[in-house]
């Protein structure tokens, strides 16, 4: 049988979990000695010994474990309990599922979907499920039980989170059902993209990113020369150019370029009339203003924290920064997508950022669309950082 401890939670902090605030931090514990095993039930109660609810404890870079429950008779202690979470999930996601032109979309998204610590993405049949610590993986054998009676699936892989600092394990991720192709091909807006389920960390695609590339190819690339930093596998490169956009990819990552031309070649284009970089994003700045090359729109989707032998970017302090050399190399009326998936910049803050680097340019600015998670990614709003991503679609005015 499964462990289970109470523990009781500061007043202030009480309060905040009542109004539906997930996370359970180590700093809202009343006796701040703790022990328990992860993946032990905690029952929560305030200070007067009222019960206020049931979570789990697995420790992450957030906190020490998540709140699933406000009833006290509810508790994870089988499958019923995930089968439960995960019905109700999928129902919310059944136009995702009966949609021939979208193969790929997040299917359980966290504490969105009442479990923190765990979510799942549906890639054309095969489900990738993301485990964000020891304590939700040692629920492993109900959640794969749960979703042998309440979704079909050709096959399943997994991705463990949980090493130091929140980082990937590196494994091989299948674990049930049959494997999928190398590459998987899957739709997204009827655009192509190729997956590799088994291939570390990432898979090819971010798909919280996926109505920001269809605004991208049906309204915004036709007939414009486009830029694409920090690329990843070329996603926005192929949305520009199903729209009608020649493009710029430009990241530092030696396998991008052939990852790149991969979703050309899936989308029936020819990526010989794309140009593909191999290079540090902020030394291609420098070059093209150095070169005189202007954009009409340049995509800007850093990662929170990037590291090269130059450079190192941290999106919370350096983004106005890095909007500022987009920006001098953007013609004008010309577009940037300006994006974050930083859980701790709000969209205010965000905005803060835009201001501030205009101000420092001979520029002046209107957005035209401002643009947060897709609907599958469901988020609570009781807790901020579940709502990460920001997206501005700025028009540039030169003065």
């Known amino acids: 049988m499964r462990a289970q401890t109470d523990v009781i939670i500061k007043r202030k902090h009480a309060a905040n979990i009542r109004k539906g605030y997930p996370l359970i931090e180590k700093e809202a514990l009343l006796a701040q000695a703790f022990s328990a095993r992860e993946g032990s039930i905690l029952k929560l109660y305030d200070e007067d010994k009222r019960y206020i609810g049931t979570g789990y404890y697995g420790i992450q870079n957030k906190g020490i474990g998540w709140i699933v429950s406000t009833n006290p008779n509810e508790i994870m202690a089988d499958d019923s309990f995930f089968k439960k979470r995960f019905q109700t999930a999928f129902a919310k996601r059944k136009d995702y ?51 042998e009676s309440t979704m079909a699936f050709k096959g399943i892989y997994e991705k463990k989170r949980f090493d130091q600092k929140g980082t990937y394990i590196e494994d091989n991720d299948f674990i049930k059902g049959t494997p999928a192709p190398e590459p998987l091909q899957i739709k997204e807006n009827g655009m192509q993209y190729a997956v590799y389920l088994n291939d570390g960390a990432m898979v090819g695609i971010f798909l919280d990113q996926r109505e920001v590339r269809r605004l991208v190819r049906d309204q915004y690339a036709n007939g414009k020369h486009v830029l694409n930093t920090f690329s990843y596998t070329g996603a926005f490169s192929v949305a520009a150019a199903l729209g009608g956009a020649r493009t710029v990819s430009v990241d530092l990552a030696k396998r991008s370029d052939e990852k790149t031309k991969e979703q050309f070649l899936v989308n029936g284009l020819n990526p010989e009339e794309h140009e593909i970089r191999v290079m540090d994003v902020f030394d291609y700045f420098k070059y093209a203003k150095r070169k005189a ?13 990037a590291r090269s032998k130059k450079h190192v970017f941290r999106s919370a302090k350096d983004y106005p920064a890095l909007l500022q050399q987009a920006i001098e190399i953007t013609k004008d009326r010309g577009i940037i997508v300006a994006s974050t998936n930083n859980a701790s910049i709000s969209m205010k803050k965000f905005k803060a950022f835009i201001t501030e680097a205009f101000n420092k340019t001979q520029c002046s600015f209107k957005m035209h669309e401002v643009l947060s998670l897709p609907r599958d990614f469901v988020y609570c709003k009781e807790y901020k950082g579940s709502n990460y991503l920001k997206v501005v679609v700025i028009e540039v005015f030169h003065k």
């Open 293 to 305: 090359i202007y954009y009409d729109m340049v995509i800007l989707d850093p990662p929170s924290f």
């Open 97 to 147: 599922i009966e949609d021939q032109e979208t193969t790929a979309f997040r299917l359980f998204n966290g504490e969105g979907d009442g479990i923190g610590g765990l979510s799942m993405d549906y890639f054309a049949g095969y489900l990738v499920i993301n485990w964000y610590s020891e304590g939700i993986y040692s629920f492993k054998p109900y959640v794969l039980d749960a979703l």
